[in-house]
Each structure stands twice: as C-alpha cells, then as structure tokens.
C-alpha cells in the first residue's frame, strides 16, 4: 500500500501542465492545516497496515520550506505505520536541487528524486515556461548524487514545440551520462486549460502529426536499450531493476490513499477524488468534512481497469486471472486477443499476456479491443 500528497504549488504554471496547481503560496499555511486534518481525518480509510511507498507529487513539492514538509510528514507517521527501508519519492524542479534543499529532504528519509527536467534546450525551456536552466539541471543531479541519492529520476518530453529529432535524442544522451537510473519519457499531449490548448485555439502552435511523434517515440525506446535502460512501462525506463515502486503498485493495483487537492486514493472497491480547487479543499476541512467524489466499482470496471494497467508494463495481464477473476469478460475478448498475437502486438509468455515492443506504440488500439463496455 501507498501514500500519494499532493503539493499545489508552483512558482510559475509550465505551458504543457494539466496537473492541478497554483502559481501562489497566498493560501500554504491554510493547506498545511489542512493536510493535517486530512491525515487525521481518512485514518480508517486503508487497513492498518505498513506503507510501502511514500510519494510527494505536485505541483513542486520541493517549493516547500523544509519544516512545511516535516509537519505533514510527522502527522503520516502518527497515523500510519511506515515499512522499514520504504521507498520515499519527492519530486523537485532542478533549480531546488541546491546543497541546503537536498540536504533538508535527505534528513527527512527522502530516497528517491524525480526531477522534471523535460529538456536539456535551454530555448525549449523558455519555450514551455520552465524556470531552470540545462545547466542548473545537470549540475543540481550531479550534485543530489554526489550527496549520496543513488535513485535519481528525470523526465524528458517527446514533441515540445520546435524540437528536432536530434534535439530529442541528444536530450536521451545527455540524460544518460548522468547518474541517474530512472527515465520517464512522454509524448506532449495538449490537457484541458492549459496554455498549449489556448496556443493550439489561436493556432498559435500545433502538435507534431501522430506518425512523427510514434516514430520518434520508437528511437527514443531503441536508443534507450541500447543505452542499457529496461523499458518496464509505456514512459518509463529504468536501469538496475530501479523501477518506481510507489507507480508499479498503481499499474499492480494495490490500494493508495491520496491526501491534498486532486488527490487519488484507491481501496480495491472504489475510486474516489478530492476537489481540484484548493480553497474548497481547505474550507471543507475546516469544518471536518472532505470535498470528494467517488466511484463505486463494478465487475466490468475492475476487469477494464486491470486490462488497462497491467498491459501498460512488461509483466502484462496474468492468463490464469483472466481465466478466473474475469472470465466472464476474457471469453468476449479471446478473439481479439488472437488478432494481435497474430500480427505479433500481443505475445504470451510464461502465463501472461504482453504488448510486443513494436506493439507499445498502438498500445491505446489494443486496449480499447480489450475493453468491454
């Protein structure tokens, strides 16, 4: 089982960004409270069992003061029980990774950085609205290593306005010359109310066409073997075996709870969500309620959501699960099944059902056929 907290805030808003986040830090003692209350709040939500992950997202949770990030830590520890040697991930933007910030996360049992780099251009950088240098990002993830963070992750996207090809594939070669052994790599999508969606409506810019885009998503994915990265995940490659355990166990299905705005949380029945706006969050709070929807799941719903997650990795969908737990809906299915594994996008080894390297780039069409609505 995980934990996922959600910081919102951000010194600027990235041009690509969908994530729920502010560009103020007006309303941070109120969240602190907040947050508090949560964990307090939701203590009965998951088994009183040990945590196995622990994962600051955002926003940039690095924005916050090192005591900020403590308060909301030791209220964990109060209500949950922490596994020896878990996995303790905090995202950071590259201009944070100074001897004093990483010192503080360190001391706070951070073990693992992800840092959103998105590009070693430093007129993309501009371009997207990010507020580091590629400068600042190589020697900041030199400097995490050299104070012992020997699980470092970073994010490059594929399709940034402007970007060449071998603009991209110099990006993957910078990437892996650093001591990093972690690699999240996605195509630009445009989300909902972000800058690039109103560019894309004044037609001040477009995204690169779907052929383009797969094409240098496949080099990237070559490249990256031949770099000795495992690819586990749609976007993510990993040297060592160092995959993202806190991400694995959302592709595995194990349940999550997810404190702060937008936040997740999963208990192997439902799927519930906190509000997306951070006043509404705090104001709920105050009075001892939480702003929330939720999703009671049905049969139908768990067999597409295990589809749709476990063929999103190299381990696949386990034959003798469908066989059992789903086999109502695996009978609909068989013969789509065998489509793909005639034209080689689909390929079962050892009892599971997997996506074929060449397969991964009509991932979304395989699932869709996998689906039953």
Not at 45 to 61: H, I, K, S, V
Request: hydrophobic share 35%; proline share 3%.
């Amino acid at each position: 089982m995980g934990i996922y907290v959600h910081v919102p805030f951000c010194r600027s808003k990235c041009f690509y960004c969908g994530f729920y986040s502010v560009a103020s830090l007006t309303l941070k003692e109120a969240y602190l409270g907040a947050i508090e209350r949560e964990i307090v709040l939701r203590r009965g939500y998951l088994p009183r069992q040990e945590m196995n992950t622990l994962y600051f997202g955002g926003g940039t949770p690095s924005y916050l003061e090192r005591g900020e990030l403590e308060r909301i830590i030791r209220k964990l520890e109060e209500n949950y029980s922490f596994a020896p040697g878990m996995e303790r991930t905090i995202e950071l933007n590259p201009e944070d990774l100074v001897p004093e910030k990483l010192q503080g996360i360190k001391d706070l049992g951070f073990n693992r950085l992800s840092i959103g780099v998105q590009s070693f251009s430093d007129e993309q950088l501009k371009r997207i609205n990010r507020t580091h240098s590629a400068r600042q990002a190589m020697d900041g993830i030199a400097l995490a290593a050299g104070m012992g963070f020997d699980n470092i992750s970073i994010d490059l996207i594929i399709g940034l306005p402007g970007q060449t090809e071998e603009e991209l594939l110099g990006d993957v070669e910078k990437a892996s010359c650093l001591p990093i052994v972690h690699l999240s790599v996605y195509m630009l999508s445009i989300d909902s109310n972000t800058v690039f969606e109103h560019m894309v409506k004044r037609g001040e810019f477009r995204l690169e066409d779907e052929e383009v885009m797969v094409g240098r998503y496949q080099r990237v994915c070559e490249r990256l073997k031949e770099l000795g990265f495992e690819h586990y995940e749609i976007s993510n490659f990993a040297r060592n075996g160092k995959y993202s355990r806190h991400n694995t166990s959302y592709w595995q299905q194990k349940p999550y709870i997810g404190f702060g705005p937008s936040a997740h949380s999963y208990d192997l029945h439902s799927r519930q969500w906190n509000t997306a706006n951070l006043k509404t969050y705090i104001d709920h709070l105050n009075e001892g309620t939480l702003s929330f929807e939720k999703e009671e799941l049905k049969p139908v719903d768990l067999y597409n959501e295990y589809v749709m997650t476990s063929l999103r990795t190299m381990w696949g969908m386990e034959k003798q699960k469908l066989e059992g737990d789903y086999i109502v809906f695996w009978e609909q299915v068989q013969e789509q099944v065998r489509k793909y594994e005639r034209s080689g996008d689909l390929v079962e080894e050892g009892g599971r059902w997997k996506i074929s390297e060449t397969g991964w780039v009509i991932s979304d069409a395989i699932l869709s056929d996998l689906f039953v609505v």
